[in-house]
């Protein structure tokens, strides 16, 4: 199973962003699961500035902004062909 | 610039509705039909313009010209103006903060940006724009700037970097490797779609505020005699200044609610300096951030970093108030 990165705080858009990726990979039945990091320590540790950031394999898919559903589909599903 | 928005607005009210030019209910539905065109279109061109500066100079690579040279007191400038370009949510403030000072940035500097930052925003230019016109807009974003860079030497120079809270220190004196940030390369048009993503997001959430703001305004603006508050508060009251700063420190909210009503109360007799600095006090600190930075600073710092903002804000209160 595939995770998921989500930086995160108790913002908005950071919710909205958790809800949003949860919804996709429940939609499309993806092995992927939701990690959200809240630590700040940790944050430190992957260099990230701003929140909400949304990580696979150390790679940044979205930063800062609540991604709509649409975007998190378009995203995750170019990188899973890319992977194949 | 918008006499073509008032002419809209007189032909909806007067024509469309027939209500009679100079009636109470006609000038609150006019007031609020003009400012809402005129707002929204300033919104729209700002935030633009605000996300294409920042598209091109992300805060990776603010930090990283910060920390690589010596900038010799400029970095404070550097830091102030490339605060108000970055969108500011309050929750990424501590992750903001920890990768300024970590990566070697003098706290100073790491304050001058996150006083900015919120401080000189693209609603708040906005509404400023719609409200009070070009001249009072570009004092405010001035006189933004320099407040934070001041308070942010100001700080600096208090050398306070043992109040921070342990860990941070720890993290400091580890001093990790500079970012490996690599900009990927955009042409204009591919940047394009994404800054209008961002500056219609901004919009979306600001738009209630400004709409009931406007609405409230209006209904003030038809129906408070002018002169009303001039009974109350005149520039010659030496508290009028810090009593509005005061008030205004701990509201958590964004300025596109707030200053529609601020206008009109500026025309019913308050003091235009003061409602500045209030507005300066109400986007610049809030009680949440404050919350959200005590992971990384002692309630001593915390303090100090309050007080040095607020006693900025209230002196250039008094500045705009001898000025304007």
Redesign the interface.
Known sequence: MKRIIL?????A??KKTEINLNNVIQKHNLNMIVEKIQD??E??KY?????PTVMIDNVILFK???PSEKEIEKTLTNKLENNL | MFDWAQNIADWFIYEVFHLTRGSKAGDALNFFVFDTIKIFILLLFITLLMGIINSYFP??KI?NALQKRKWYGLDYFMASFFGTVT?F????S???F??FV?GGIPLGVTFAFLISSPLVDAVTVAMFAGMFGLRITVIYVVSGIILSMIAGFILGKMKIDHLLTE?VQH?IKQK?SA?QFVEEKKTFKQRIPEVVK?AM?IIKGVAPYILIGVAIGGLMHGFIPTGFFEKYITKENPFGVPVAVLVGVPMYSNTAGILPIMQVLVEKGIPLGTVIAFSMAVVGLSIPEGL?LK??MTGKMLAIFFTVVTICIIISGYLFNIVL
Not at chain 1, 47 to 51: C, V
């Open positions: 930086f995160g705080a108790n913002c858009k950071c700040v320590q944050m430190v260099n990230i500035l701003y929140l800062g902004i609540a | 805060i990776e930090r969108p949510c309050s929750c990424s501590v992750p903001l920890i990768g970590q860990w993290l990790q970012s961002e997001n959200l992971k990384v």
